[in-house]
Each structure stands twice: as C-alpha cells, then as structure tokens.
T-cell receptor
C-alpha cells in the first residue's frame, strides 16, 4: 500500500517564476491538505481540498492556489515566487475532512534563487 | 491566534526516558498530536489524544494531557539512538479534528541521544 507520494522531491526556481507541486494521497483517503515548513519551523497550514473544492485556508496569499482531481490527487501552485517561498512543502492525506489520522508525504524541497 | 510552544532541544542518555513538553493556547482544541520528523523526511504520526482523555499509552510512548493548564507531554521510555529526531506537537479543533486552520504545529523539539 503506497503512502502519500509527492513530486518532485527537489526543485529550484527563479524569483518571479511559477511552480506546481503534486501529491497523491494514501489509498482510501479523499482529503488532501498542504503545509509549508520553513527551515527550523513547524509546518504551517496552507489549505485543504475535499471533493475537488478548497474547504479551509490558512493565512497564505492568493499566489498560493490548488486543485484536486477526481482521483483525489492534488496540485499546489505558487505564482510570482519570492525568496521567502523557499521551504519544504508537505502534503497530508486523510479521510472525509478529518485530520485525525493524517499521513504526510516526504515533501518537496523548493528553493527560490 | 492559536499558538503551540515547545522547547527547542532535549538531550538524554540512551536507555533513559525522554519527556518532551508542549503548551497550547486554543481551549477549543479537540485533538492533540505528536509527530516525528527525521532528517530530510516528512512527518510521521506517532500518536494523538482526544481532549476528554488525560493519558494514552502505546508501547514505549505515553502521552499526558493537562487540559486545565493546556499542557501536553510525550514520554519515550528506554530512549534509543533511532529516536533521535525532531518531535512536533500539534493541535486541532472541531469535531473533525481539523479545526478552522488545519493542524497548528509547534516549532519542534530536537531530541538528542547521548551514548
């Protein structure tokens, strides 16, 4: 049983560019949440997708957007990249909007130069 | 807004017990969690406790919750070198355990094991 998978594992982008990160949830899970973890910090909640809609959103600007597909996989898009967007982006999957047993992927390390 | 606080470092000898502490501010927290993160890896869910419980034990792990003081602790018995990692405390509110803003994490406690 594959867990939560994220791609790519590492990414380097230039300031001002756009990036798309991908996440496949654990088998049987239908809810995907995205988190940003800056170096030395705990993860911060970006947003959550369920039934292909954004259900909850943390304190992140509109440059951060997402999508969920019918197979429950999800994308995180970040426009107009800033140096401060450099971080580990974590995807978590769970069942039915609950995060009681949320499983995390290994993350995508984004570096903005 | 809600806040979760943890001390940044804890150093223990191999074989001793480790106790990692956490305080939180959101009195509506329904579930409280402990996650483990090894270098270069994602987060591994270790255990969680519902707010109407005061203790939960799972093999070497014991979670204690003092809801009055908003204090959560994780005790790891017989600490091994493989326990070396960053441990995150997190809280969530609401009936789904998701709260209004997903999970709120502390900054993490680095557990250092001395031989």
């Amino acid at each position: 049983d594959a867990g939560v998978t994220q791609s790519p594992t590492h990414l380097i982008k230039t300031r001002g560019q756009q990036v798309t990160l991908r996440c496949s949830p654990k088998s049987g899970h239908d809810t995907v949440s995205w988190y940003q973890q800056a170096l030395g910090q705990g993860p911060q909640f970006i947003f959550q997708y369920y039934e292909e809609e954004e259900r909850q959103r943390g304190n992140f600007p509109d440059r951060f957007s997402g999508h969920q597909f019918p197979n429950y996989s999800s994308e995180l898009n970040v426009n107009a990249l800033l140096l401060g967007d450099s971080a580990l982006y974590l995807c978590a999957s769970s069942v039915g909007l609950s995060v009681i047993e949320a499983f995390f992927g290994q993350g995508t390390r984004l570096t903005v130069v | 807004g809600e806040d979760v606080e943890q001390s940044l470092f804890l150093s223990v000898r191999e074989g001793d017990s480790s106790v990692i502490n956490c305080t939180y501010t959101d009195s509506s927290s329904t579930y409280l969690y402990w996650y483990k993160q090894e270098p270069g890896a994602g987060l591994q869910l270790l255990t969680y406790i519902f707010s109407n419980m005061d203790m939960k034990q799972d093999q070497r792990l014991t979670v204690l919750l003092n809801k009055k003081d908003k204090h959560l602790s994780l005790r790891i018995a017989d600490t091994q070198t493989g326990d070396s990692a960053i441990y995150f405390c997190a809280e969530a509110g609401g009936v789904s355990g998701g709260g209004a803003d997903g999970l709120t994490f502390g900054k993490g406690t680095h557990l250092i094991i001395q031989p």
